[in-house]
């Protein structure tokens, strides 16, 4: 094994010599221009010598620049986006970023869904298609996403495969607007996001952008902790075809086809496909997931409209073990990986959308999304419950009677309620299922008109989803005879809810450098739930509407060309989930009132950005209301307890510094140092549990030759607590991982080792109090390696 002297002094060998062949190269300066909302190269751009001469782009952005001396002034123009004028001090510029011109240009239209830097008032992160391509082997999103400032990542496998999470500034995923293509992803009812039903969706991603905060209004649905929106790509400017294989640690495989027809139709149609399937054993024992996945996209470009369509169909078939390993074990290579057969998660989810813009004139244009989703599936797991009148303990004789009861089986004994005299044993398979499926449309339309832009707009959203659970495979040979069919269903909901939003948002320039927007949403939300009478159910019939008003408010101050400062508030709203209301599954449960939950987000920050060098800073405060929180639910496997908390605040600092001097390498830094607090109540002043402190990330990107390109990645996380009396601890750590890509004509390799140094470290966890305290922690992978091989045609 390598030491770490070894490989810090061989990474610096490395560099040195990088910067040495920079210095031996030709008089000249070169460069690649890509946009800054998409990432996609920058065609055909200007490339102008202060004292006369220059050159162009070509169709990968890229250009070659012969000068006289060393620095020399260029300016880049473009009709698209805006002029920028930077100061070459080495022949590699590296990888310029161009503002869209937003407010006018005649031949590009920027959403107001998009941040854009210098022009919203917002902390964002644009992960490029280049950054995901170095990053992405075989992960799902979000462990990708944790290297974005305030963003924490897990996985329950422990290895990133299978069921895995995020969190925005100690926001979970379920507080977070999750987007594909601009359609909402988050579960209706539950808000929570299931990456693991879009398996392999980074490949066909240009670009993914994460908006920390409150965002705009024109997601349509209020976020809280932020926002992620993975925008696809169509192919390629010619046909191809591309496969990739790949193999690693715990038995993980990847296989992906793509085939793209280049455009066609006089350059009007451009289409692709994708076949992938991913598969892993997990790190933790019984947390194996397969995951397939077929997307079709269809683009149209015609002279003033666009339409984009994509579908993607994605199944996963996932074991996992709903509970944590015990702390006292979580140091121990094998205990902390212990488990047993437990779950089997089996879901199927189709999104189809299609994408429309009109560019009316140059001052108005009108954008729609629509979209239609359905998903349909089942966990699984094995259930029993015995009695032995030899123990002689009444009580297990009355736990029977109740298993009986909640499975609605009780009417096919006729000795019920169970005497007590005669021992009986009783299993069989359950399985609790969800279809469902959901559409809408989120036509916006926009006026741009000298230093003024309005867009207004609304979403129109429909869902509904069929809850039921069935039980089969009785141990009871004479049950199931008397049970006809193969499935016996012990309860059956359904939930409908209709959502209408509508916005306005503006955008204002009173002086040169002085950028001012607002924007107001309302959203009608009805929900209606119909609980079938099936045995001991109690068939409630339940209905709630809610209105909200939110409104928001930001400034952004430009100072010179590459420095920004902006301020925002904004205040969001949001119904409960419905399992705050009702579990409706449970026939003992009675349907309460739960609360809206609402924030109220104040933030400042300010960046530079220079031809070679970024730097941000970014702070925020948010009181939170209603806020509800959640544990593991230790008498039922596969739920959470629910709780609410009055009061809670969150606030932060973000930095985030990058760096890159030639094309050899390339340096970024990021951190967050945050505090996440109970504010009111019995527990004011304690941490909320599982959120991390501090975060802190850094990569180092070196390409000593044209075909190689080494990444080597640190990520801290600082400790959390894991329950809300802040008693139990889930220390800190710090991992480092690396990679290699090796790329030619039309092969490429990748290979990827993480947690280099092998470091025991825990993920998130649970504590509760019975007879004493008791700790849990889900374990993160030791060492483990991954390599693909990728064939372009």
């Not at 269903?489 to 001012?516: C, E």
């Amino acid at each position: 094994m390598i030491s770490r002297k070894s490989f810090l002094v061989s990474l610096s060998l490395i560099i040195i010599w990088s910067l040495s062949v920079q210095l031996n190269a030709e008089l000249s300066v070169w460069g690649q221009l890509a946009s800054r909302e998409t990432g996609k190269p920058i065609a055909y751009a200007n490339i102008i010598l202060e004292n006369g001469g220059g050159t162009f782009s070509d169709e990968e952005g890229k250009f070659v620049l012969d000068v006289n001396r060393l620095p020399v002034i260029l300016t880049i123009s473009h009709i698209a986006f805006r002029d920028t004028m930077i100061e070459a001090n080495n022949r590699d510029i590296g990888i310029l970023y161009l503002s869209a011109n937003v407010l006018y240009g005649k031949d590009i239209f920027v959403t107001a869904t998009r941040a854009v830097e210098g022009i919203t008032p917002v902390a964002f992160s644009n992960v490029t298609a280049a950054e995901i391509k170095t990053r992405y082997t075989v992960e799902d999103v979000p462990m990708i996403l944790a290297m974005e400032p305030g963003v924490y990542s897990y996985s329950e496998s422990g290895n990133g495969t299978g069921y895995s999470y995020v969190q925005i500034r100690g926001f979970d995923q379920s507080r977070i607007a999750v987007m594909l293509n601009n359609v909402p992803l988050n579960d209706n009812e539950s808000y929570q996001v299931y990456w693991v039903d879009h398996g392999n969706i980074l490949d066909d991603a240009a670009n993914v952008q994460i908006q920390r905060g409150i965002g705009n209004s024109l997601y349509g649905s209020s976020a809280f902790g932020g926002s992620i929106n993975v925008q696809t790509v169509v192919g390629s400017e010619k046909p191809g075809a591309e496969l990739e294989i790949g193999g690693g640690s715990y038995n993980t495989s990847k296989l992906n086809l793509k085939v793209s027809s280049g455009k066609f139709w006089n350059n009007r149609l451009n289409t692709s496909v994708r076949l992938s399937q991913i598969g892993s054993d997990g790190y933790r024992d019984y947390h194996n997931s397969f995951q397939q996945a077929a997307s079709v996209g269809l683009d149209y470009y015609g002279q003033k409209v666009t339409h984009e369509f994509r579908a993607l169909i994605g199944y996963e078939r996932t074991h996992l073990d709903w509970w944590g390993v015990p702390v006292e074990d979580i140091n121990d290579r094998q205990l902390r990986k212990a488990g047993y057969k437990s779950y089997i998660d089996d879901f199927k989810q189709q999104v189809y959308s299609i994408n429309s813009q009109w560019n009316i004139n140059n001052n108005l244009h009108l954008s729609n999304v629509g979209y239609f989703v359905k998903g349909e599936g089942y966990y699984e797991t094995e259930k029993s419950s015995a009695y032995d009148p030899a123990v002689g303990d009444i009580s297990a004789c009355d736990e029977f009677n109740a298993f009986l009861q909640s499975y609605n089986l009780d009417g096919y004994y006729p000795g019920y309620p169970w005497d007590g005299k005669a021992a009986m044993e009783l299993g069989f398979t359950r399985r609790k299922w969800i279809v469902n499926d959901y559409f809408g449309v989120i036509p916006t339309l926009t006026y741009l008109k000298d230093k003024f832009r309005i867009d207004l707009g609304g979403e129109l959203r429909f869902y509904r989803g069929d809850h039921f659970g069935e039980i089969s495979n009785f141990s009871d040979e004479e049950l199931s005879q008397m049970i006809t069919g193969d499935w016996y269903r012990y309860y059956r909901y359904i939930g409908d809810k209709r959502i209408g939003t509508a916005f306005i948002h503006t955008t204002v320039n009173p002086l040169r450098n002085l950028r001012i927007v607002g924007d107001l949403q309302y959203q009608t939300i009805n929900w209606q739930l119909d609980q079938k009478k099936i045995g001991y159910a109690p068939g409630y019939q339940l209905n709630a509407d809610w209105q909200f008003l939110n409104p928001r408010f930001g400034m952004i101050y430009s100072i010179g060309k590459d420095w920004s400062l902006f301020a925002n508030y904004g205040k969001a709203q949001r119904e409960p989930a419905d399992n705050r209301i009702i579990e409706a599954d449970d026939i003992w449960g009675k349907p309460v009132k739960a609360a809206a939950e609402a924030i109220h987000d104040l933030e400042l920050g300010t960046s530079i950005n220079k031809s070679i060098w970024n730097a941000s800073i970014n702070l925020y405060r948010i009181r939170y209301f209603n806020e509800q929180l959640k544990n593991i639910d230790i008498e039922q496997e596969g739920e959470y307890d629910y709780y609410q908390a009055g009061k809670t605040l969150h606030r932060g600092i973000e930095v985030e510094f990058g760096f890159r001097q030639s094309k050899y390498w390339s340096l970024n830094l990021n951190g967050s140092f945050s505090e996440h607090v109970f504010s009111d109540g019995e527990l004011k002043g304690n941490r909320l549990p599982n959120v991390p402190g501090i975060l802190v990330n850094g990569s180092l990107a070196v390409n000593p030759v044209s075909h190689v390109s080494l990444l080597l990645t640190s990520r801290y996380v600082g400790k959390q607590y894991i329950d809300d009396e802040n008693i139990g601890v889930n220390p800190e750590f710090w991992l480092f991982d690396g990679g290699i890509r090796l790329s030619f004509k039309h092969i490429e390799l990748n290979a990827k080792v993480k947690n280099i140094f092998d470091v025991l470290y825990s993920t998130s966890g649970y504590g509760y109090e019975w007879d004493g305290y008791w700790a849990y922690l889900w374990p993160g992978a030791t060492r483990n390696a991954f390599v693909s091989l990728a064939v372009k045609l």
